[in-house]
C-alpha cells in the first residue's frame, strides 16, 4: 500500500532529480525553445518541497492536489498548468483514501495522463511529454515493480523524441528543425517517472 | 555574460520596483507581479488585461494606463504569468462592466489565462478573451499550435483600450479586438541571438554574416536562415511575405519595431525601404509607428506588423493614450 508519505517522497525526489538535472533541462530547452524548462521546473518543485514541508497533508490525494496547485501558481509557462493538471487530476481520481494500490494509483495517473492530454491538445508523437508519460502509463500495473518499468519506458519513450518532429508546443513553430532534439518536457517527464521508481526503495 | 542585473532570479522583481519608481501614476505590486493604472476601477469602464513573460518591454507593462491597457501580468522571463495574478488583475480593474483579457498565442499564455478565466468568473467577473495571432513565420496547420502572437498586440491593445475608454460594451470591446487581430499580419527577423538572464549565453548559435527570418519573440529560432541581407532586401522580402499572406484592400497601420537591441538609426532606415516596399506593392500607409515596443531582450533585429484600418480603426488609434511607453493627444 502507498501512503502519503510515499507520495511526499516521490515529489521530493523529484524535485531533487530536477535540481540535478536543471541545466540539462534548460539545455534541451534552448536547442527547441525558449531556454528556461530547467530553470522554471526548479522553481515550481522547490515550492512544492516547501509547501508540502509546511502543511504536510494526510492523504496521496491530499499531497498530489496540493502539489499541483503549487506548480500551477509557481511555474507559468505550458509547463505549470500541464504538471500542475496532472498532479491534481491524479490527486482528485485518488480521493480522500489514506492508502492506495499501487493499481489504484496506476489507474488514477492514467486518468491525471488524460487530462494533460486534454488540455494540451496532443498526442502521443506530437514530440511532447505525452511521450514518455503514455509509455510508462502502460508500463504501470498492479504491483509497485512496475514502477522501475514505468521509469524505463518514460526514459526510452523521451528519447524517442529525437527523430520526431514537434507538432504541440514551441518547438512545433520550428517545423523541420526540431527534429534531432530530445523534447525537454519528455525529458522531465521522465524524471518524474525516476522519482517514482526511487520512492519504492 | 555581461548584464545590468544583481541575480537572474530576481530580474523580474527588480524591474518592477523601477517601474514603480518612474511611473507613480501606476500601482505596481511588485509581490503579486500585477501593474495596474491607479485610478482602476474606473466607473462603467470595460477592464483590459493582458500579460505575458518578461523580456519583451515596453509590452505589457508599458502600455498600462488612460487608453490602452488597465493591467498587466508579467510572468518570469519569456514564461507566461500564473493565473492568479491575472485573477488579481481582474478584480482589481473589474467596475462591473466586465473584462477583457488580450491573449498572445502561445501554449502556456493560453492555459494559463484559460485557467484564470474560469477562476475569475467563479469570482463573479463577466469575462471575455481575445487571441492574438499574427505572425506569418508559422503555418497555419492542424499539426502546430497555430500561428503566434506577435506585434499585433500593440494595435489590439491600443485600439480595443480606445474603445473601453469611450465606454464601449463588453462585447463591443472584444469584437473589435477580435477585428484588429483578423486584419493584422506580423513577420519577424533576428540578426543576433537572444540571451536570458537564466541561461547567460544566447539560445541559438547565428553567425556574423548570417540572419534568421521568421523569429518569434523568445529567442527561439527561425524558419530559415541566410547569409546577411541589405535593409532594402529585407524590407522587400518582408513586404512580400506579409502582402502573400494577406493583401490590404485599404491603407495600413505600419509598426516597425525593433527586437531590442537594434538603434533607432537602422530602424528609421529600414523604415523608409518598408515605406518604399509597401508603395511599389500599392499598398498605401495610414499611420507609422517606429520603436522598440515587442521586444526579445537583447536581440537584433526587427518584425514588421501591418493591420489594415478603415476610419473607425484609425480613429481609434489617434485617440488619447497615456502609457509610459505610447503617449500622444492629451
Redesign the interface.
Known sequence: MLDAEFFRRWLTGTAALVDREAARLTELDSAIGDADHGSNLQRGFTAVTEALAKDAPETPGAVLVLAGGQLISKVGGASGPLYGTLLRRTGKELGDAAEVTPGQFAAAFAAGVAAVAGLGGAKAGDKTMLDALEPAVAALGADTDTFAAARDAAGQGARDTVPLLARKGRASYLGERSIGHEDPGAASSALLLAALAEAVA | MRMLINV?ETVVADALRGVAAAHPELTVDVENRVIVRRDAPVAGKVGLVSGG?SGHEPLHGGFVGPGMLSAACP??????????QMVRAAAAVDSGEGVLFIVKN???DV??FE?AAELAEDEGVRLAKVLVDDDV???DSL???GR?GTGATLFVEKIAGAAAEEGAPLERVESLARRVDEVSRSFGVALSAVT?P??GSP??ELPSGELELGI?I????G?ERRAMMTSREIADYTVDVLVADRRPSGPVLLLVNGMGATPLLELYGFNAEVHRALKERGVTVARTLVGNYVTSLDMAGCSVTLCEADEELVRLWDAPVQTPALRWGR
Open positions: 537572474p513573460g510572468g518570469e522571463v519569456f514564461t507566461s504569468p500564473v493565473p492568479d502561445y501554449t502556456g492555459l494559463n485557467m513565420a508559422v503555418t499539426y502546430t499550435a503566434r536570458t537564466a541561461k539560445t541559438f518569434g523568445h529567442g527561439e529560432p524558419r
